[in-house]
């Protein structure tokens, strides 16, 4: 039988050639098409039933946000269908310095901003799941996971996070086009204040109604600019210190440029505004006050701390019901319970330690 002078194959060999090709080609889009929805349905993290999605993973892209499992699925539809199909607050998280989505196990996704997280780390606290996500309730509400690129120098992580607050004011908008009605707080901690600052003021006012900042890392004009301005204007801000992180405000403030000579970071407190609050989460008074209100939260152990606000037994009950029934916790409450002025800073590192002194005639009861 002749052979074609172009293939150089039999004319017989020629069908069967092009079912192989056809059949390869549509098995590796079989393939491409199985990755692109595992790796969808691991982003949304559907728990129990299909129709609720608790947990969207979302990054801080080149061009705009974009889904963690990558730009082969479309960002629209799946924000879309989580909010469509869920009742509930949107609560957005997003980490601070030194993490970045796909770092391996320093990816958020693996770690803070997980219902369960890969990282076997001590500081791996599953956020979502504090808040009161995962647990396939149709009212439990919808969190996204923000992550963006904290890697690198201070310096850089730093003007990432300005860049990443446009990213995140982006994706606000296209969550308020969707589902315009339903609340939406931001919690936030280290350079994520810096994010959730860097949105506000490019938002217009009531698109978000309350925002978490834990031991955040910015400069009070800063702070008082982003809230003087959009979204910062309305939203009502807690602003979550602690004497522990004094370490690391100290750091900032000689490490990166104030736009003000003598700023001061978040944790000397946030400019005094009615929608305001500073809130010193290792003052006994603070303890004292939210114990009454009925959220116990154990007193800090160490002196140094950057992760103690998210970490420390019972803040997460805490900051649970400051997003879930902010009508339950409104601020003049809230300040009308806590110490009006915060401790020094240093006053943790510096204070004398308070050695036990075994009394005479006493013992020490079993435990």
Known sequence: MARNPVTNRHAADLPLAAWRVNTVSCLLHFIQETVVVVLYLEATRCSGDSSIMPLLHINSGPDGPVLHAGPATPLGPALAQALRHGHGPVVIMTHGYKFAPGHGLDCPHQHILSLDPACRSWKAMSWPRGLGFGAGQHDEGTAIAFGWPGRGTIWQAYRQAEIAGATLARLIGMIARIAPDRPLHLLAHSLGARVVLGALKRLPEGRVARAILLSGAEFGSRAAEALSRGAGRSAEIINVTSRENDLFDFLLERLVAPPVHGDRSLGHGLPAMPKTLTLQLDHPDTLTALARAGFEIEPPKARICHWSSYLRPGVFPFYRALLRAPEALPLPQLRAALPAE????????????????????????AT
């Open 342 to 365: 915060p401790e020094p800073r240093w006053s943790r590192i510096l204070r004398p330690p308070c050695p036990e002194i075994a009394l005479p005639g006493w013992r020490r009861s």
